[in-house]
């Protein structure tokens, strides 16, 4: 592979901020064939043909690139405040950008402008940047809203409407990899070439999940239900109930259960494609919100299918364990004693997580890797990047070993009567997130549970799931599992 290299002079004087800035610059660097290497003093620069100077004066105007740092950043970072507590939502600025300072496929767009240091917001001619674009991508990336203010949702979760991407209207984009293709095409404008990653030779990819919270629809309670709520009490007319009963009867008599058979069919379809991905098992119970997994032959058999075809098992740890390290631990250790592998990854349920404590916990029990950080309510982009990175510690200013691979789009989001919007509805808005993951080359995670073959309650969603997945074979992507996902993103570029 060949890289360049590039010279980095940071002006900062207060260690954790170098730090930060460090980080966003080393996830940077992983997404283009750029090597950075971190110098201390003007001399060591002056005789390079580019450079990046992020600081406040600057001597040489014209040769290196110029990111004007911004006090105030540094000071919300220090006191740890949150953007919108500081100053008002409205204050940030939208700069109109076109290509080639973003990717063709955006024609015009807005990007959000915070942290301004100077006007105009880019002086493309001297090569400098007049807003803290390092500071920006730092506050999205480490997740910053999430560390430092303290709401929670019913069930303890950070309510997508607090996170500033959500406020400014731009979730649905991954603001981070717009600020680096900025840096990329001033590095480019420079006369250097930086490649976009490629996925085993494809452009993008997409990371396919699957989370298994409940093995059986009709339990002893979901027969109750089927017999005295959806059919009996129903508010359907009594045709559409007698029809929905005689169709559960029939294959309630035929032993076959809806949640099962989508098991098998989301496998086989998958094979057929050609495609493998990760499913997310439980191994514990520690609230109402968990159902129990029976361990029985048609699971067994199951988890043997999956070994067999090289598909991943990783961990869905229940409800409680997002803040205990004994329970998740404990859990961890059921799931590998029971399949007979290590098992690398984890995603919570109800996407429970709590920055203060469940990264360590990940940490500590050696996950390579977490898939939680998606919104609860939405899709789109949490932590407004289309990539996996390694989680920062805000308290501590480093970087843990564990991985996030952001997810960005799961089912669970338009049904239960979450949405009015119909199966073609939202087959586009699935479609139109991999077009934007594509255009940056990144990850698209999504997230399909085991219910999309249930034709009683989840009517047309394998239909969404099917299509999908083949638009994305079609659009030249690479299709996998988290772990083979994220073993060519570590051997393309970090050997």
């Known amino acids: 592979v060949n890289r360049m290299s590039l010279k980095v002079l940071l002006d900062v004087e207060i260690p954790s901020h170098r730090k930060r800035i460090e ?25 390079e043909e580019l450079f990046i100077f992020y600081g406040e004066d600057f001597k040489d105007e014209g040769k290196g690139i110029f990111i004007r740092k911004s006090e105030l950043a540094i000071e919300l970072f220090e006191g740890r405040k949150a953007y919108d507590e500081v100053l008002d939502v409205a204050s940030v600025h939208f700069v109109s950008l076109v290509a080639p300072m973003i990717p063709d496929e955006f024609g015009n767009f807005a990007l959000p402008v915070f942290f301004k240091t100077g006007e105009p917001v880019f002086e493309i001619e001297n090569n400098k940047i007049n807003f803290d ?104 007319d009594i045709q559409a109930r007698r029809e929905r009963f005689a169709k559960f009867i029939y294959f309630f008599a035929k032993g076959e259960d809806p949640y099962r ?62 803040n205990s390290f004994e329970l998740m631990k404990e859990e961890k250790l059921k799931l590998e004693n029971f399949i007979n592998l290590k098992v690398n990854g984890v995603r919570q349920h109800y996407l ?13 029990l050696n996950f390579k890797y977490d898939s939680t950080l998606g919104f609860n309510l939405r899709q ?15 308290e501590k200013n480093v970087e843990l070993e564990v991985y996030e691979i952001p997810l960005v789009f799961m089912d669970a989001v338009y049904q239960y009567g979450r949405s009015s919007k119909g199966i073609e509805e939202i087959l586009v808005e699935v479609v139109n997130l991999a077009k934007v993951v594509k255009s940056f080359g990144g990850v698209f995670t999504v997230l399909f549970h085991n219910f999309v073959y249930d034709e009683f309650d989840f009517k047309g969603w394998d239909f969404i799931y099917e299509e999908f997945l083949k638009f994305a074979i079609n659009s030249d992507a690479f299709v996998g599992s988290c772990s083979e996902i994220l073993d060519l993103f570590e051997s393309e570029w970090i050997s």
């Not at 789109?380 to 805000?394: L, Q, T």
């Open 380 to 394: 789109g982009f949490r932590c407004g990047y289309a990539f996996p990175y390694k989680i920062y510690d805000v």
């Open 23 to 47: 980080y966003v610059l080393k996830n940077f660097s992983l997404l283009y064939k750029v090597d950075l290497n971190f110098v201390n003093s003007y001399e060591e620069v002056s005789g």
């Open 133 to 236: 674009i390092l500071s920006c991508a730092f506050y999205f990336l480490s997740s910053w809203d999430e560390r430092v203010k303290n709401k929670k949702d019913e069930i303890g979760r950070f309510p997508d409407d607090e996170n500033l991407l959500v406020k400014l209207g731009v979730s649905n984009f991954p603001i981070v990899n717009f600020y680096f293709h900025v840096l990329k095409f001033f590095i480019e404008k420079s006369g250097f070439n930086v490649d976009n990653r490629k996925w085993n030779g494809k452009t993008f990819s997409v990371c396919l999940t699957h989370d298994v919270d409940v093995l059986r629809k009709w339990s002893a309670f979901g027969v109750y239900n089927e017999v005295m709520n959806k059919f009996i009490m129903g508010r359907e």
């Open 352 to 364: 429970r997580y709590d920055f203060k404590i469940t990264p360590s916990i990940h940490d500590g």
């Open 261 to 322: 058979v989508g098991m098998k069919k989301l496998i086989e379809f998958e094979k057929s494609q050609g495609v493998k991905s990760t499913f997310f098992l439980k191994s514990g119970r520690t609230s109402k919100y968990d159902a129990r997994y029976k361990w029985d032959k048609f699971f067994l058999d199951f988890v043997d299918d999956l070994k067999r075809s090289g598909f991943e098992i990783a961990l869905h740890p229940s409800f409680e364990t997002f």
